[in-house]
């Protein structure tokens, strides 16, 4: 599982080049997904959490500074909020093990803040402030499932036992650029990956305003998964500490709320529309022109 999300990592990050991985990736994972994966027993040397948590934060240019600002601060307050030391104190174990990593069309080799456990204020802040002392960037492209794989290879080479592993994926925009988003999903999911939706519409394009129903049928999956979409600006901050808690607790169903239920489209999303629209602006995408 883990060399053929890596595979499909690469071929996600460097679709220029890797074109010819396209048809070797789609099989392995359409093999991958309907293939029982059989449990392992930990390592003596392993760290038990409750849960192994990857939060990927799109820097897309679709996301002005102000967004950035918004979305930074939300996570920021977050990990330093009560409701959340408490929510990682109340687990049977009382901590999680969590990574963060920014993504666009490319994820660079500086974008991660590597696995740390949390398990008090203390250790929260900790990461908090690395958070914010990152400086603010934006690149070209959507990758969504770029980011899904890069976050399914973290979780599968963690030194911890964890009851739940997810992945927390924040963004304004479909897919527009490598695998498609459903294949790389389903791939995750089959390996036991939860994984979660902050879909932004401060500033919905007039061409994709149904971006939570895009996040809800193409991009989020596994037992309990929400989307928590983000209406207006004033809502950020509260929606990000709130999902956050809710990931933390494991909290799914009735109890974890209204908005985090998943959304029953009006007529079927079509979860290549990014990719189409891509095409039709004519708007190859150079990974290097950026660099």
């Not at 929510?87 to 009382?94: E, L």
């Not at 203390?122 to 794989?149: C, H, M, Q, V, Y």
């Not at 994984?195 to 305003?209: A, D, K, R, T, V």
């Amino acid at each position: 599982m883990r060399h053929a999300l890596s595979l499909c990592f690469y071929a996600c990050r460097y679709p220029k080049t890797a074109v010819h991985f396209w048809a070797t990736c789609i099989s392995l994972l359409a093999c991958l997904a309907c293939a029982q994966a059989a449990p392992l027993a930990a390592p003596a040397d392993t760290i038990a959490v409750d849960v192994e948590l990857v939060l990927a934060v799109d820097i897309s240019h679709s996301m002005d500074e102000r967004e950035f600002a918004l979305q930074r601060a939300g996570y920021v307050e977050a990990l330093r909020h009560p409701d959340f030391i408490k929510a990682v104190r109340s687990g049977a174990k009382g901590r999680i093990a969590l990574a963060y990593f920014e993504w666009a069309g490319t994820i660079r080799d500086d974008a991660l803040i590597a696995w740390q456990v949390i398990d008090n204020a203390e250790s929260a802040n900790a990461f908090a402030d690395k958070i914010e002392a990152r400086p603010f960037r934006s690149f070209r492209g959507t990758s969504i499932s770029g980011a899904l794989a890069f976050g399914a290879k973290l979780l599968g080479g963690t030194a911890f036992d964890a009851t739940r592993s997810v992945i927390d994926i924040s963004g304004d925009g479909p897919n527009n650029i490598g695998m498609p988003v459903t294949t790389i999903r389903d791939a995750a999911v089959a390996n036991g990956i939860v994984i979660n939706g902050l879909p932004i519409l401060i500033s919905p394009s007039p061409s994709f305003s149904h971006l939570d129903q895009y996040y809800a049928e193409c991009v989020t999956g596994g037992p309990g998964s929400f989307v928590l979409p983000v209406y207006a600006a004033s809502e950020f901050v509260t929606a990000i500490r709130r999902k956050l808690v809710l990931e933390v607790s494991g909290i799914i169903g009735p109890r974890a709320g209204p908005g985090t239920i998943r959304i029953d489209a009006a007529t079927p999303v079509d979860c290549l529309q990014g990719e189409r629209g891509r095409r039709l602006f004519s708007d190859p995408y150079f990974p290097e022109l950026d660099r």
